[in-house]
Structures are given as structure tokens and as C-alpha cells.
């Protein structure tokens, strides 16, 4: 049976017409899983940080004899931001989850008093703001840790509540409002590094990496998020190389405990006296946004 031109091009017309329906449902399918993906990425973020603090505050405070009982505040509640994370990571829903959500404000907001206290406690030794008072009185930059595994957390899950062809955070395409979180993140994480490298007087050349790869990496990807949006490879290598910087940093300060007198053997002396083993993979972690970040915002229209 011979079929006529008219049915041959109705079949043509079908077959395109599928074609292009299934194009558009992989389309927003890839869309919606960068989306929910972008958020996975900032839950896990905001889980390796959590999980620095919760070291180091655990150790930090413990040496401090929790002379105060606001001192218990901080590990408890990197620990349920740690959990946060975990859970986050591994949840693919398209929306926001309510305890999550409540976890990440409460995470933030302890962050942000610690600061707080820790100003204090530098302003209320004699000299005040000094050099002297910042290298060994409370250090600011602990807490400050928290808040951006709270901030990191929360926008995660503002995230999932966006739609997916189009998020917005604060009045802004998300892929901006999340890189500039995750740039400015990573300079004060670097400046906090600055200041305690600093203070060992650069005595090993790769004290130098975290003080100039991060930086140049937040200068990048704080230019992607502001200016058209476009491919940026340098950018995405130079997040790269600081999620590498973190995890070499923490290898060498492993190895810095083990070089004091005893080494790993005399561990509750040397931790506390050694390079801050939980302080380097907090580069890994804003990487680990700021790579999440920069894909998003790559794919946003101008």
C-alpha cells in the first residue's frame, strides 16, 4: 500500500513535533536538576564547614575549660548544622525543608553572636585592638565560620523553593547572590588564614598558597557573579585549585603535630599547640560553593 505526500508529511510533522517536545522536557529536566544539584552542593558545603567548626570549637573551648556556659552553644549547634548538611546532601526534593531551614537561621545566628562575644573578649585586654590581642585572644574568624555554614545552608534551601528555570535569592538571579556569598566567604576565610600565618611568620613557603590562591579565586568568581554571565574557566580553575589548597593545607598541619616534641603520641598537648588541623578544609568547603555557584550562573541569561 502506497501512502500519500500529504500522510508522509503529517508523520514527518509528528516525528519533529516529538522531537522538539522531547528536547524541551531534557531541557528543563537538565535545568531542574542544576537547580536542585546547586543546592545538594551547598548543603554539603555547609556540612564541611559545620564540621570545622564543631572541631575546632570542641577542642578551642575545651582548652578554655567552658569557662562559660555560652561556651557549649557553638558545638552543639555545629553538630546539628554538620547533620543539616548530611541530610541536605542527599535530598534531592525540589523544596525547602522546614527543620533543615530552622537548623541553618539558628546556625547563622550563633555565628553572628560568637562574633560578637569574641570581639569583646579582644577589645577587653589591655591594648585593645591590637596585634597582640588579635593573634591570642578568641579569634574572630571561628565563629564567623558558623555563620557562613549557616548562610551557605539556608541559601541552599531558599534555593529548592525557586523555580527551577529561573531562581532568584534576593532580588537577584541566584547564581549572582551565591557567588557573591561564597567570594566573600572565601576572602575572609583567607584574610583569617593572612592573620594567623602572619603570626608563624610565613616560616614555610606554602604558608603563601592559602593567602594568594584563595583570594584570587574569590577576585574571580565575585567578577563572574557581577558581570555577564559567560564560561569562565580561569575562575572555575582557580576554585579548583583552592578546594585543593584546603586539603593539602590540612595534610601539612597533620604533619605540623606530628613534628612537635612526642608527635602524634603526645596528641592532647600537640593539637592544641600545633597548626590548627580543622582551620584548612574550610577553603575546600567555599570552593566546593563557589564551583556550584559559578555553574549556575554561567547558564542565567543577562
Same mark, same amino acid.
Request: charged residues 15%; proline residues 6%; glycine residues 10%.
Given at each position: 500500500?502506497?501512502?500519500?505526500? /500529504? @500522510?508522509? @508529511? ?11 517536545? +522531547? ?11 542544576? %537547580?536542585?544539584? @546547586?543546592?545538594?552542593? *551547598? ?5 564541611? $564547614? ?11 573551648? !575545651?582548652?578554655?575549660? *567552658?569557662?562559660?556556659? +555560652?561556651? !557549649? ?23 525547602? %525543608? ?11 545566628? @550563633? ?24 593573634? !591570642?585572644?578568641? #579569634? ?6 558558623? $555563620? ?14 525557586? &523555580?527551577?528555570?529561573? &531562581?532568584?535569592?534576593?532580588?537577584? #538571579? ?5 557567588? $557573591? ?15 594567623? %600565618?602572619?603570626?608563624?611568620?610565613? /616560616?614555610?613557603?606554602?604558608? !603563601? ?14 567578577? +563572574?557573579?557581577?558581570?555577564? &554571565? /559567560? ?8 576554585? /579548583? ?30 593539637? *592544641?599547640?600545633?597548626?590548627?588541623? #580543622?582551620?584548612?578544609?574550610? *577553603?575546600?568547603?567555599?570552593? $566546593? ?14
Amino acid at each position: 500500500m502506497t501512502l500519500s505526500r /500529504q @500522510t508522509w @508529511t503529517g508523520v514527518a510533522c509528528a516525528l519533529a513535533g516529538a522531537a522538539a517536545v +522531547a528536547a524541551i522536557s531534557r531541557r528543563r529536566k537538565t535545568e531542574r536538576l542544576l %537547580h536542585v544539584e @546547586t543546592s545538594r552542593a *551547598f548543603n554539603r558545603s555547609s556540612a564541611l $564547614l559545620a564540621c570545622s567548626v564543631l572541631t575546632d570549637s570542641a577542642m578551642e573551648h !575545651y582548652r578554655g575549660a *567552658f569557662s562559660n556556659v +555560652a561556651m !557549649y552553644v557553638p558545638p552543639a549547634v555545629a553538630t546539628f548544622s554538620l547533620l543539616a548538611g548530611f541530610h541536605g546532601g542527599a535530598d534531592r526534593t525540589p523544596s525547602t %525543608h522546614a527543620v533543615r531551614h530552622a537548623i541553618y537561621w539558628s546556625a547563622a545566628l @550563633t555565628g553572628l553572636a560568637g562574633t560578637g562575644f569574641h570581639l569583646y573578649n579582644v577589645m577587653k585586654r589591655p591594648g585593645g585592638w591590637s596585634w597582640q590581642n588579635l593573634f !591570642y585572644a578568641a #579569634p574572630l574568624g571561628a565563629p564567623t565560620a558558623l $555563620l557562613l555554614s549557616g548562610a551557605l545552608g539556608a541559601a541552599a534551601e531558599r534555593l529548592r523553593n525557586q &523555580p527551577a528555570h529561573e &531562581p532568584r535569592l534576593l532580588g537577584m #538571579p541566584a547564581g549572582k547572590a551565591l557567588g $557573591l556569598l561564597s567570594g566573600i566567604g572565601l576572602a575572609g576565610t583567607a584574610g583569617e588564614a593572612a592573620l594567623l %600565618h602572619f603570626r608563624g611568620s610565613f /616560616q614555610h613557603k606554602a604558608m !603563601y598558597a592559602p593567602v594568594s590562591v584563595p583570594p584570587a579565586a574569590s577576585a574571580l568568581l565575585l567578577h +563572574a557573579s557581577l558581570a555577564k &554571565p /559567560q564560561p569562565r574557566w580561569l575562575a572555575r580553575a582557580m576554585l /579548583q585549585l583552592s578546594w585543593l589548597v584546603g586539603w593539602v593545607g590540612t595534610a601539612l598541619h597533620v604533619r605540623g603535630v606530628a613534628r612537635h616534641h612526642g608527635g602524634w603520641r603526645n596528641w592532647s598537648q600537640n593539637l *592544641f599547640n600545633g597548626p590548627p588541623v #580543622p582551620a584548612p578544609p574550610s *577553603f575546600s568547603a567555599l570552593a $566546593l560553593a563557589g564551583l556550584a555557584a559559578l555553574r549556575l550562573r554561567e547558564g542565567e541569561r543577562q
